[in-house]
């Protein structure tokens, strides 16, 4: 079974700051990794994913996550926050295509001017 | 855009009435899921879809059920609401081929 843990439900910044956050994951197959992103009374938007290529992955506005699997990690980070970053964010994982996507809980990410 | 229509967008009902949302996709993939979403729970999955007739379920199936008879239609019903099933409804679509879902703009659901 597939699990995904999000470390910290809430995380603050200021504006400019680094935006880290946390994911952590346990797959028994080589995992597929997302980065979701959900701005108030919307949809998921993707924001990342890792299909075992490149374990550095880039994404839109600026996000990048690394995958590191000796430590089952899959941490999101931003170099500089924007007020537009304000938003929850979602890790999740599959086990290939087509499979079902299983998340974590969330974090909420507030970015203070 | 995956071309993903849910409906309706918000809905309040009563306890012990049956409700049927509705999931549309445009492009007949054959991947679809409902999730619904709670404070402190992040997405959780109802049932799924591999295509026409093929369902199964997800890890909080009880109280729901969903029937898939085309390609571009994945129905989710209530068979008798109840206040725990108060909640934000999200159906996704896979792509064939690819690994990520896309998601509709979900559907809120109050049950009083």
């Known amino acids: 079974a597939q699990s995904v843990t999000q470390l910290g439900s809430h995380v603050s910044v200021s504006e400019g700051a680094l935006v880290l956050l946390r994911c952590n994951y346990s797959?028994?197959?080589?995992?597929?990794l997302f980065w979701y992103v959900q701005y108030p009374n919307q949809g998921l938007q993707l924001l990342l994913k890792y299909t075992s290529a490149a374990t550095l992955v880039k994404g839109i506005n600026g996000f990048e996550a690394e995958f590191k699997k000796s430590e089952t990690s899959f941490h999101l980070t931003k170099p500089s926050a924007h007020m537009s970053d304000a938003a929850e964010y979602f890790c999740a994982v599959s086990e290939g295509s087509g499979d079902k996507l299983t998340f974590g809980t969330g974090t909420r990410l507030a970015v203070r001017p | 855009d995956a071309g993903i229509t849910q409906s309706p967008r918000h809905k309040v009902t009563e306890t012990g009435t049956p409700v049927t949302l509705r999931c549309h996709q445009t492009?007949?993939?054959?991947?679809m899921y409902w999730y619904r979403q709670d404070p402190g729970h992040g997405l959780r999955l109802i049932h799924y879809?591999?295509?026409?007739?093929?369902?199964d379920k997800g890890e909080v199936s009880d109280g729901y059920s969903v029937s898939r008879s085309k390609t571009e239609d994945f129905l989710l019903t209530l068979e008798s609401a109840t206040s725990s099933q108060t909640s934000v409804y999200f159906c996704a679509i896979s792509v064939e081929g690819n690994t990520e879902a896309f998601f509709g703009q979900g559907t809120r659901l109050t049950v009083v």
């Open positions: 797959s028994s197959v080589p995992p597929y």
């Open positions: 879809s591999y295509g026409v007739k093929d369902t």
């Open positions: 492009e007949n993939h054959r991947y």
